[in-house]
């Protein structure tokens, strides 16, 4: 049975690091449903989070085969829906279709007003896929231009103690 999955990869920052994960991901017909990549704390070392739709079994062999990439000090993988992660959307409105419903909106779902140009909005939703699904729904009609939404951002920290974790759907 298929699910949707976080995938966090401590790695060193190595050129083709991404490539050699994602190939083995679409080799082994794992959907990938968006990729982060982003430095830490550490200037050697990069977090990049995966947002996969696979099956258990197989997303479970392609994860061992992953832990034996040089580059890779540890990685964890859990349910999408137990994962600590973020994204950020942005919505275009026309500004002729701003008004106080449409302000209540963006205040009762945690929007921000990011920018306003002659003829247009931008608002900015951060928080879980559900979340900003409940907003594009109260947006959603004639005044709605364009949306977009950035990839999955692991908010699980990855620490080179810990044991690479895999935590699959039952």
């Known amino acids: 049975m298929k699910a949707n999955y976080l995938l966090d990869i401590l790695s060193e920052d190595k050129k083709g690091l991404v490539g050699m994960v994602t190939t083995l991901l679409n080799r082994n017909d794992i959907e990938i449903e968006c990729i982060s990549t982003a430095r830490t704390d550490i200037h050697s070392q990069v977090l990049v989070s995966l947002q996969l739709f696979a099956d258990a079994d197989k997303l479970r062999r392609v994860c061992f085969k992953i832990n034996n990439i040089i580059e890779i000090e540890t990685f964890k993988i859990s349910l999408l829906e137990d994962s600590w992660y973020q994204k950020t959307a942005l919505f275009t409105l026309d500004k002729s279709g701003y008004d106080r419903a449409v302000n209540n909106v963006i205040q009762k779902y945690g929007a921000t007003m990011v920018a306003v140009g002659n003829d247009n909005l931008i608002i900015q939703k951060i928080g879980r896929d559900e979340d900003i699904q409940l907003l594009y729904n109260a947006l959603e009609g004639k ?10 951002i692991s908010l699980q920290p990855l620490h080179l103690s810990e044991e690479p974790v895999i935590r699959l759907a039952a």
Do not use: I, P, R, V
């Open 143 to 152: 005044y709605l231009k364009s949306f977009c939404k950035s990839a999955a």
